[in-house]
């Protein structure tokens, strides 16, 4: 595609419960992010995947959180039993493999944790 | 622990005005800086610095790294309207992939 896709764009869920959140990267891209941006602060990163392996899971807040990606494309984020600290604009971004990591992101699925 | 640092957090100026944003960083082994430009939801991309001393430029926007210092200056002259925003500075550590982000700067500019 042209651009970073996520769906949905907003989620309103109750706390307890379980919700996926998508990303579809920039066709070729082979490197995919996720970052979460809470009200007024920095993206804080989440995930890194290359291909459909994680190198890097070091951001993942808790084991309620997962991600997956297959085919080398699209990637889910999970988080179980949500809560409300889990309310947070997550982002996602892509970048081709190589000496510049330049990384473009899309607008985002904005959580609400009732 | 890898640290970005924004200086000032918010800025309100008048349209024509210059305007100068500040990004401190500590980074083990620094490979790059990035500044991207955050107005609805998705951060749009700006610039890449990695040498020092070397500025780059697009249009009214302008952006210089000291890697001696260990900061960053994004310039915006002859500010318009349009370039009220969030402005993001970023590092990456070699090897690292991700970016560590500052907490941003929001700029407003009146009219």
Redesign the interface.
Known sequence: GAGVSQSPSNKVTEKGKDVELRCDPISGHTALYWYRQSLGQGLEFLIYFQGNSAPDKSGLPSDRFSAERTGGSVSTLTIQRTQQEDSAVYLCASSQTGAKNIQYFGAGTRLSVL | EDK?VQSPLSLVVHEGDTVTLNCSYEVTNF??L?W?KQE??????LF?LTSSGIEKKSGRLSSILDKKELFSILNITATQTGDSAVY?C?V?AQG?????????TRLTINP
């Open positions: 970005v490979r790059s990035l991207y609805k939801k998705a951060p749009t991309f890449m993001l970023a990456e690292a992939q991700k970016l560590v982000f500052g907490q941003g």
